[in-house]
T-cell receptor, first 115, second 115 residues
Framework: AQSVTQLGSHVSVSEGALVLLRCNYSSSVPPYLFWYVQYPNQGLQLLLKYTTGATLVKGINGFEAEFKKSETSFHLTKPSAHMSDAAEYFCAVSAGGTSYGKLTFGQGTILTVHP | DAGITQSPRHKVTETGTPVTLRCHQTENHRYMYWYRQDPGHGLRLIHYSYGVKDTDKGEVSDGYSVSRSKTEDFLLTLESATSSQTSVYFC??????????????FGPGTRLLVL
């Protein structure tokens, strides 16, 4: 079984400030971890993913995340927020091929960016 | 762009009527998924398919059925729609090779309102 907890359903930052969106997971097997972004009235777009290898992964739009097995975390960061980053962000976990790739999502975090 | 389309994009229906949503993909992906998105719940898996005529239940499958008679189409049916099935429905495919491996790509979604 697997689960995802996103800490904070709403996060508000000023433009230019650090963005930190928190994600903790549980998984009985080595996890594959994903961050998706959803802009209003659109589908989900992949930001970045961790499957194997380097634990610090870089994604699109200047975002990155670090897989920390000991903390069961996969927090998303961006050094400097831009107005265009305002969206809803979802963390997700899968057990890869052993589970037919089924994803379990967190409840989402809405990011607001103030001028 | 993973070549995923969903139809219809919007639908209003009445309680007790049957509804079928269609997901169409153009890239011969083996794995396809149906999720529903509700505020505070993120996305939850309804059903998934791992090949033609091969389907299985997800986390929230009650009241839904699926069919996959050819690779490119995955149909989701609400046999008798209820107000609790008002939601946004997303179809996804899973990449299986190269940089797309283990990654799910999502369609644009279908907004369903059951009155």
């Amino acid at each position: 079984a697997q689960s995802v907890t996103q800490l904070g359903s709403h996060v508000s930052v000023s433009e230019g400030a650090l963005v930190l969106l928190r994600c903790n997971y549980s998984s009985s097997v080595p996890p594959y971890l994903f961050w998706y972004v959803q802009y209003p009235n659109q589908g989900l777009q992949l930001l970045l993913k961790y499957t194997t290898g380097a634990t610090l992964v870089k994604g699109i739009n200047g975002f990155e995340a670090e897989f920390k097995k000991s903390e069961t975390s996969f927090h998303l960061t961006k050094p400097s927020a831009h107005m265009s980053d305002a969206a809803e962000y979802f963390c997700a976990v899968s057990a890869g091929g052993t589970s037919y790739g089924k994803l379990t999502f967190g409840q989402g975090t809405i990011l607001t960016v103030h001028p | 762009d993973a070549g995923i389309t969903q139809s219809p994009r919007h639908k209003v229906t009445e309680t007790g009527t049957p509804v079928t949503l269609r997901c169409h993909q153009t890239e011969n992906h083996r794995y396809m998924y149906w999720y529903r998105q509700d505020p505070g719940h993120g996305l939850r898996l309804i059903h998934y398919s791992y090949g033609v005529k091969d389907t299985d239940k997800g986390e929230v499958s009650d009241g839904y059925s699926v069919s996959r008679s050819k690779t490119e189409d995955f149909l989701l049916t609400l046999e008798s729609a209820t107000s609790s099935q008002t939601s946004v429905y997303f179809c996804a495919i899973r990449g299986t090779s190269g940089s797309n491996k283990e990654t799910q790509y999502f369609g644009p979604g279908t907004r369903l309102l059951v009155l």
